[in-house]
Nanobody, 124 residues
Framework: QLQASGGGLVQPGGSLRLSCAFS????????IGWFRQAPGKDREGVAV???????IYRDSVKGRFTISKDNAKSTVYLQMNDLKPEDTAVYYC????????????????????RGQGTLVTVSS
């Protein structure tokens, strides 16, 4: 089971840090990612951290968001800075045990989701 937390209401330019806590260890997963879904839109990949591959981000968040993990705490984080209204969405943690080719690594359909997401609202 996964528990995403840290969402909230923030003004444009503000920051939030999301956390995804795993009830078990995270070493079973090759990829762990953050995904988001805005109202009326498909779920999209935001950032993925992998066991032996470089971290990747969608273009619109590069330089603003940072994904990281703490194996000892079985937690994955998403630090979000310089937030924009278009970042408004429900954010979910996704996991994948097998390796995904790079071109598909941000595809939300490649991941499993357990637990609820956390809502991020960016508005003045």
């Amino acid at each position: 089971q996964l528990q995403a937390s840290g969402g909230g209401l923030v003004q444009p330019g503000g920051s939030l840090r999301l956390s995804c806590a795993f009830s078990g260890g995270i070493s079973d997963y090759y990829h762990i990612g953050w995904f988001r879904q805005a109202p009326g839109k498909d779920r999209e990949g935001v950032a993925v951290i992998s066991r032996h591959d470089p971290t990747i981000y969608r273009d619109s968040v590069k330089g603003r968001f940072t994904i990281s993990k703490d194996n000892a705490k079985s937690t994955v984080y998403l630090q979000m800075n310089d937030l924009k209204p278009e970042d408004t969405a429900v954010y979910y943690c996704g996991t994948r045990k097998g390796r995904i080719i790079l071109s598909a690594r941000l595809s939300a359909a490649q991941y499993d989701y357990r637990g609820q997401g956390t809502l991020v609202t960016v508005s003045s």
